[in-house]
């Protein structure tokens, strides 16, 4: 059993893409945009694939891109919860978690290079997104509570927040599967470019440079509290798109 693993390492090694070739190929095979978020569209996804280039050439497997991309992460958790807000607590905190999300892209298109996407990879992803994503905000509510100056009623906003980005990404994947195990087709919301633009605010990407206001208490809770509501009014809409989509499951007239 040894042998035979060495032996197709070899193979796999000797049969590799270069580096150009990959990202090349990546170029190709890139997920519709429709829909998404201008910075995860044209910025997080297109950088993504000069890294999943490199993490391939280098052997890195989609897990290990994902333990990787959470990793990343977690220091930036670490910096809200153990540092006091600085501007360059911050800036920190925004790279590593612009980092990690890039490398969040990533590690589907390493998937798509070497033909290991699957249910255990999209597993994982999914359950380092489940821990990240109130992780971060559960750590803006310990930034908050160790600055100085801001009343206590501010401590309810990061649990909004993620209760609202909870709910919504549970919605999404929720729906996904069962609109795949009922037969309905799975489609991207919006038309094209104008929609992406108009999502910015509920974009990723978007939220990971909010921190670059982090040093600034009163400006990135302003900041902060904005973004709630408009992801709150987005979470609501997509809920209700979903509902009504997966009422057709059983409807007489479905089909």
């Known amino acids: 059993m040894r042998v035979r693993v060495m032996v197709g390492t070899a193979a796999d090694s000797a049969d590799k893409l270069s580096y150009s070739a990959a990202v090349r190929q990546l170029a190709h095979a890139q997920k519709p945009g429709l829909g998404v978020p201008a910075y995860t569209r044209w910025v997080n996804r297109r950088m993504a694939k000069y890294v999943a280039a490199l993490a391939y050439r280098w052997g890195l497997t989609p897990n290990m891109v994902s333990v990787i991309s959470a990793a990343i992460s977690a220091v930036g958790i670490t910096v809200l919860v153990l540092i006091r807000p600085t501007w360059w607590s911050g800036v920190a905190a925004a790279v590593l978690f612009a980092f990690g999300y890039l490398l969040d892209s990533a590690d589907g298109q390493v998937a798509r290079l070497t033909g290991r996407s699957g249910p255990a990879g999209e597993w994982v992803d999914h359950v380092v997104d489940a821990i990240r994503i109130p992780a971060i905000h559960l750590a803006v509510m310990v930034g908050i509570f160790r600055s100085a100056g801001l009343p206590d009623w501010t401590l309810v906003l990061p649990i909004l927040y993620c209760l609202q980005a909870v709910g919504l990404f549970m919605s999404q994947i929720l729906a996904e599967q069962l609109s795949k195990f009922h037969g309905l087709a799975v489609t991207a919301p919006g038309t094209g470019r104008r929609q992406s633009f108009v999502l910015i605010p509920t974009d990723t990407g978007t939220f990971c440079w909010l921190f670059v206001a ?13 973004m709630l509501v408009v992801n709150s009014a987005h979470a609501a809409i997509s809920m209700r798109r979903k509902y009504k989509k997966l009422l057709q ?4 007239t479905a089909g």
């Open 249 to 252: 499951i059983g409807s007489p």
């Open 214 to 226: 982090w040093g600034n208490p009163q400006l990135f809770l302003w900041l902060y509290a904005a």
